[in-house]
């Protein structure tokens, strides 16, 4: 069985702080991680080769710097590492990083088997926009299952995945074909500790890179900036309110006194509050 | 989305508009997808048919509904409420095969729609539902597709720009769909408030047949577990909510939120870090990767108030903040400050409240 999981490196966005006077991001020495919802979708991959065998291929585009990341996820045990990296590929939209991503599937494809599977995480913690995913299953022709919480059965010989899926009120279970591609949901599975020789391994192991010519790109205006078709015009922080908050000292009787200010400002709470209370 | 904030277009590229090509003038139109699942509306794609309405006003055309379902009552019941939140006609593509969400059979629907009828902005939910729907359709379309925004608004040339969070929420940008059509973007639930209902006759329904059958279909549901009430958070449609944040200290300390979440009959909830401490379930998160809540009154106790919190409680009506540090961010958001460790604080609240509200639980008892 062939797995292959999109990966990518984000900067650790709890460490971002945007300069106070030019409002632009400040990114010296903000470190990068792999983006934490991937670590569920590449543990997902590893159970799966534990039970039917194969090899897992983390494909990540990014620059140079990635392959830390790429590094990293070896030392929990994936097979192979690759490194789509281009000039071309910056300022890529979701669109235009399907059709890359898409395209270095396909080549994956070709140098070490077709993946019966695609995993994803549930979304990235930069872009946020959980776009990728869907669109590379699109490009692909690939079977979209996601917010998969837990995978039934793979059913090698028949071709089919029994899924359970979160949905807007409930779960799904779902069958359907491979290849498919899943996003794991968060939470799901505990990434495991990758083992001495695993990391022993992945120290010395190479990490394929791949420019856009490599990758098979066909079509370089598909790529980056030119193949994204959202443009982003302007970038500026939230305006402060107007007003900040009133601070108000509550005295020794902090509870009460807190009870009372808050009606006092806010009348129609008492009432509200009344009713919620109530149990209605 | 963010990578293009990373790098951003340089000004000249932008400002070199070409007129849209000919082929895309057609598109003309503002449509929501009003998502629903087995006959249930989702009140987000009300939220969006009243910021669509604005939008389809100041370009001067026409709001579409779109109701994608089973062929039967439920579905005919949110065509029918469509035009309650105002929309001037309604496509309807109504077939049995629907009856369950299904990323195939909704994509074929939905672009089929687009190419035969051809609207100019399509906005869907961010929900699960929206969010696997939208990223398929957009794909197959292949035009621009903007997640998660928190403004919506058109420029002088009648352009979408859709304004979103970016790098968690320390920024916000705002992002074009120039040269390709439908331009997409896909909301929070409780991002957009959500408009009157005002009750009106039916108008036109264009219906459009799927063109698929059951057999078409490679996925199928074994089974739907629709969520017991009891497991459902109501957090984002709640009307009192507390939250704690990193300055309760300890995750044991999170039961004094709890406690006077309880005693005031509001739903609880917690900022992003306690979900990566694992000290709270993750449906419980307010803010940018969370929920956005929108209640009468929303109490934040030991929350500093990170911009990827703010961007999910702005739309309180009344804000207080609990925080040892008077310099807090929260505290620029907030209507009322109180600088106190919330620890020692939120028993006491629970007390008073508890006293106050008392008759009222005297009378739930009794009843």
Known sequence: ?280 | MNDKAKAPAPAGRAAAKKELPEHLKAYKHVWVFIEQERGQAHPVSWELMGAGRILADKLGVNLAAVVVGARNEATQAVVRESFNYGADLAYLVADDILMDYRNESYTKAMTDLVNAYQPEILLLGATILGRDLAGSVATTLLTGLTADCTELDVDAEGSLAATRPTFGGSLLCTIFTLNYRPQMATVRPRVMPMPERVEKPIGRVIEHPLGLVEDDIVTKVLSFLPDRDSTKSNLAFADVVVAGGLGLGSPENFQLIRQLASTIGAEFGCSRPLVQKGWVSSDRQIGQTGKTIRPKLYIAAGISGAIQHRVGVEGADYIVAINTDKNAPIFDFAHVGIVTDAVRLLPALTEAFSKRLSPHQRDRLAS
């Open chain 1, 1 to 280: 069985m062939h797995i292959v999981v999109c990966m990518k490196q984000v900067p650790d966005s709890a460490q971002i702080r945007v300069h106070p006077v030019t409002n632009t991001i400040m990114r010296q020495g903000v470190p990068t991680i792999i983006n934490p919802y991937d670590l569920f979708a590449i543990e997902e991959a590893l159970r799966l080769r534990q039970k039917f065998g194969g090899a897992v291929t983390i494909l990540t585009m990014g620059p140079p710097s990635a392959e830390d990341s790429l590094r990293k996820a070896l030392t929990f045990g994936a097979d192979r590492a690759v490194l789509l990296t281009d000039r071309f590929f910056a300022g890529a939209d979701t669109l235009a990083t399907t059709y890359a991503l898409a395209t270095a599937i396909r080549k994956i494809g070709v140098e070490f088997g077709p993946p019966h599977v695609v995993f994803t995480g549930k979304q990235t913690i930069d872009g946020d926009t959980a776009q990728v995913g869907p669109g590379v299953a699109k490009r692909l022709g690939l079977m979209q299952l996601t917010y998969v919480s837990h995978i039934d059965n793979v059913d090698l010989e028949a071709g089919t995945i029994d899924v359970e899926r979160r949905s807007e009120g409930g779960v799904q279970k779902l069958r359907s074909k491979m290849p498919c591609l899943i996003s794991v949901l968060e939470g799901v599975n505990e990434m495991r500790i990758g083992s001495l020789s695993d990391a022993l391994t992945a120290a010395r192991a190479t990490i394929i890179k791949w420019s856009a010519q490599d990758a098979g790109v066909e079509d370089i205006t598909k790529c980056g900036l030119r193949g994204s078709p959202t443009i982003v015009k302007r970038v500026f922080a939230p305006k402060p309110r107007a007003e900040k908050a009133q601070f108000i000292e509550l005295g020794d009787k902090p509870g009460d006194a807190f009870v009372d200010e808050l009606f006092k400002r806010r009348p129609k709470l008492e009432s509200e509050l009344g009713q919620l209370t109530r149990g209605y």
